[in-house]
Nanobody, 136 residues
Framework: QAQLVESGGGSVESGGSLRLSCVVS????????MGWFRQAPGKEREGVAG???????DYAESVKGRFTISQDNAKNILYLQMDSLKPEDTAMYYC??????????????????????????????WGRGTQVTVSS
């Protein structure tokens, strides 16, 4: 049973940066797709960034050019570098592991993958989240 633990959240001013980390343990399956999602109070969960099993990344339009997803496969850690943060980035951020590779990020893009994940969220592994708060 995979376990995902996020860290790195906090409170920053607009324009600031944070780096989120997600440590994965207990997963022994085939190479998964992984990603970051977020949920603000009163809003639905949304995809932020995903990385395909071959390492191809993609991003939600709202964060392109500001966020960077990366992974250290040797340490089983997924990162999200967030720069030029805005108040609208305030949310709980969740790490996700998709062992099904339910949608090919590389060929079909991250948006389709985000939508497929959110159709059946219980099919995947999620962390408990880390809070990011950006003040204006």
């Amino acid at each position: 049973q995979a376990q995902l633990v996020e860290s790195g959240g906090g409170s920053v001013e607009s324009g600031g940066s944070l780096r989120l980390s997600c440590v994965v343990s207990g997963y022994g399956g085939t190479t998964p797709a992984m990603g970051w999602f977020r949920q603000a109070p009163g809003k639905e969960r949304e995809g932020v960034a995903g990385v395909a099993k071959d390492g191809t990344p993609d991003y939600a339009e709202s964060v392109k050019g500001r966020f960077t997803i990366s992974q250290d496969n040797a340490k089983n850690i997924l990162y999200l570098q967030m720069d030029s943060l805005k108040p609208e980035d305030t949310a709980m951020y969740y790490c996700l592991l998709d062992p099904l590779n339910v949608e090919a990020i590389k060929t079909n893009g991250g948006d389709r993958w985000f939508r497929e994940i959110l159709k059946h969220p219980s099919w995947y592994y999620w962390g408990r989240g880390t809070q990011v708060t950006v003040s204006s």
